[in-house]
C-alpha cells in the first residue's frame, strides 16, 4: 500500500462510551492527503479540532485504563479501539466529527469499526505514504512489564499475557500486521477486566457503560453471561490496544514489537521513545550508515549526498522518506531561520524563495533518478520547467515535504511531476524535465 487512504464517503457510528457511559454519535468524513486522523468536537461551540498524534497525548497519563488526547484543555478518551481499526484497515486520513468526550464503545473491540468503515468505501489517494523504521532498538520497562521495538522490514508484534488467575496465565501470540491478518486475528477480541476489578473502577468513574456485552468481566470461574470468540482472546485484546496507541505516531510502523504485560501507559511510553528516535533521524542527529539506500527506501542526508552531487550550500534535502527507484520519492527539508537565503530575501519578513523549492523539488526527483544502480555515477541536468504554481509562501518552521513521481524515462531523459506540501498544503508544484549525463 503505496498511496494513502481515506474512505470513499460519510459515514456516522453511534453508541454508548465504555468509561462514562455518555451517549455519542460520531460521523466519518473523507480528508484530504496528508491531513492525518482528525477529531472535531461537534458539540463544543468553538468546534474544537484535535489531531491524532504523538503531541496531543494527555501527560501526565491522567486517563487510566484508556488512552486520551486532548489539546486546549479539550479531550477525547478511550481512542485506541478506533485507532486500532484505522491503523489495520491503513486509512491515513479521515475527519471524525464528535458530539461527546468518548469514543464509543460498541463491542468493546475494533469490529464494528472495521465494518463501518468498509461500508463507507476505502479510497486510494495519489499522495504517498511514508512509514517510519525504526533504526535502533528502544525498549521501556516498569514493574515487571516491558515492550521492546526492534528493527524489521515489517510491523509485526509478540505479545506475552501472564497474570495471576487462571484464564489469564502464559498466553502468546504473535501476528505480522497487515489489513488481512488484522481482521481476522485481533480486530475482534473484546476488552476483559476482572470480576473483583470491576467496582473499584465504577467508585473511580471508569467503566461505568460497561456490561457483560461489551467487557469480558473474569470471574472465579470463567467469563461471566459471555462466550469467548477465541480460546486467547485476551492477549489478541492486548494487541489491539498496542497497535491503536502506536498509531498515535502518525504514520505507518515497521518494526518487532515484543511485548510482555504491558498497558496503556507502558505502550505510550514506548510510543514517545519511537517518535523521539525518528525527530533525530529527520534531524540528522543519527550518524549516517554507508552510502547506500536502506531495505525500507529511506535515505540520510550522508547517504543522499553518495547519489547526488550537491554540497552546502545548495543541498535543500535533509532526508528522504520513502524511495522506489526510478518511480516515486518522498523528501523533506526543515526550513530554519538560519537557512543563508533569508539573509538577503526579504529580511524582514523572510520567504523562501520560489526558485528554492523548485531546485530542492529536482534534488528529490534527481535522487529518485540516479537511484537505480544503472544510473548511479550520472549527472541529472535541468531540460525544461512547466507549469510551475506557487500557491503559499513558505517561512522558517515550516517543514516542506517534496512529493515527486515519474513520468516518461527514457535512457537519457526523464519528466518529473513534483509536489510540495506544507502541513498538508500544497505550497508548490510543477512538472520537471531531466536530462542524463555522464558524471
Given at each position: 500500500m503505496d498511496n494513502q487512504r481515506t474512505i470513499a464517503k460519510e459515514i456516522k457510528v453511534s453508541g454508548v462510551g465504555l468509561h462514562t457511559a455518555g451517549k455519542v454519535t460520531m460521523t466519518f468524513k473523507p480528508a484530504p492527503e496528508h491531513s492525518g486522523i482528525i477529531f472535531i468536537r461537534t458539540d463544543l461551540p468553538a468546534r474544537p479540532v484535535i489531531k491524532a498524534a504523538v503531541d496531543s497525548l494527555l501527560y501526565p497519563f491522567s486517563s487510566q485504563r484508556r488512552t486520551s488526547i486532548g489539546a486546549d484543555g479539550v479531550a477525547i478518551h478511550t481512542i485506541e479501539h478506533l485507532m486500532a481499526a484505522l491503523s489495520g484497515l491503513g486509512i491515513d486520513n479521515l475527519i471524525i466529527e464528535i458530539d461527546s468526550d468518548e469514543i464509543p464503545g460498541l463491542d468493546g473491540s475494533s469490529i464494528n469499526f472495521i465494518e463501518s468503515l468498509q461500508a463507507a468505501g476505502i479510497h486510494s489517494q495519489s499522495g504517498l505514504r511514508g512509514y517510519f523504521s525504526v533504526k535502533e532498538p528502544l525498549a521501556v520497562e516498569e514493574?515487571?512489564?516491558?515492550?521492546?521495538?526492534?528493527?524489521?522490514?515489517?510491523?509485526?508484534?509478540?505479545?506475552?499475557?501472564?497474570?495471576?488467575?487462571?484464564?489469564?496465565?502464559?498466553?502468546?501470540?504473535?501476528?505480522?500486521?497487515n489489513e488481512e491478518s488484522f481482521i481476522k486475528e485481533l480486530a475482534s477480541a473484546r476488552t476483559f477486566c476482572l470480576e473483583d476489578e470491576a467496582s473499584k473502577l465504577k467508585e473511580q468513574g471508569l467503566g461505568c457503560g460497561a456490561d457483560y456485552h461489551n467487557t469480558l468481566v473474569i470471574g472465579k470461574n470463567g467469563v461471566i453471561k459471555n462466550k469467548l470468540r477465541f480460546e486467547d482472546e485476551f492477549v489478541r485484546h492486548k494487541m489491539l490496544d498496542l497497535i491503536g496507541d502506536l498509531s498515535l505516531l502518525g504514520q505507518p510502523l515497521k518494526?518487532?514489537?515484543?511485548?510482555?504485560?504491558?498497558?496503556?501507559?507502558?505502550?505510550?511510553?514506548?510510543?514517545?521513545?519511537?517518535?523521539?528516535?525518528?525527530?533525530?533521524?529527520?534531524?540528522?542527529?543519527?550518524?549516517?550508515?554507508?552510502?547506500?539506500?536502506?531495505?525500507?527506501?529511506?535515505?540520510?542526508?550522508?547517504?543522499?549526498?553518495?547519489?547526488l552531487p550537491h554540497r552546502e550550500p545548495f543541498l535543500f534535502v535533509d532526508r528522504i522518506t520513502?524511495?522506489?527507484?526510478?518511480?516515486?520519492?518522498?523528501?523533506?527539508?526543515?526550513?530554519?531561520?538560519?537557512?543563508?537565503?533569508?539573509?538577503?530575501?526579504?529580511?524582514?519578513?523572510?520567504?523562501?524563495?520560489?526558485?528554492?523549492?523548485?531546485?530542492a523539488m529536482a534534488q528529490v526527483g534527481g535522487v529518485m533518478m540516479l537511484a537505480p544502480d544503472e544510473n548511479r555515477g550520472k549527472l541529472a541536468f535541468f531540460m525544461a520547467i512547466n507549469n510551475v504554481k506557487f500557491r503559499k509562501t513558505v517561512v522558517p518552521g515550516d517543514q516542506l515535504v517534496f512529493e515527486v513521481e515519474a513520468g516518461r524515462i527514457k535512457a537519457r531523459t526523464g519528466q518529473v511531476f513534483a509536489k510540495a506540501y506544507v502541513d498538508g498544503k500544497i505550497v508548490c508544484e510543477a512538472e520537471l524535465m531531466f536530462a542524463l549525463a555522464d558524471a
Open positions: 514493574e515487571g512489564s516491558s515492550i521492546t521495538i526492534l528493527p524489521a522490514n515489517e510491523f509485526k508484534v509478540s505479545y506475552t499475557l501472564s497474570y495471576d488467575h487462571p484464564l489469564l496465565r502464559g498466553q502468546f501470540l504473535e501476528v505480522a500486521l518494526g518487532h514489537v515484543i511485548a510482555i504485560k504491558s498497558g496503556h501507559m507502558l505502550n505510550l511510553k514506548l510510543l514517545r521513545k519511537i517518535d523521539q528516535q525518528r525527530k533525530r533521524l529527520l534531524s540528522g542527529g543519527i550518524a549516517a550508515g554507508p552510502k547506500r539506500i536502506d531495505s525500507d527506501g529511506t535515505l540520510c542526508v550522508e547517504q543522499i549526498m553518495g547519489i520513502h524511495l522506489e527507484k526510478g518511480k516515486r520519492a518522498t523528501g523533506i527539508k526543515n526550513v530554519t531561520i538560519n537557512d543563508y537565503f533569508f539573509k538577503g530575501h526579504f529580511p524582514g519578513r523572510p520567504v523562501m524563495p520560489g526558485v528554492i523549492i523548485l531546485e
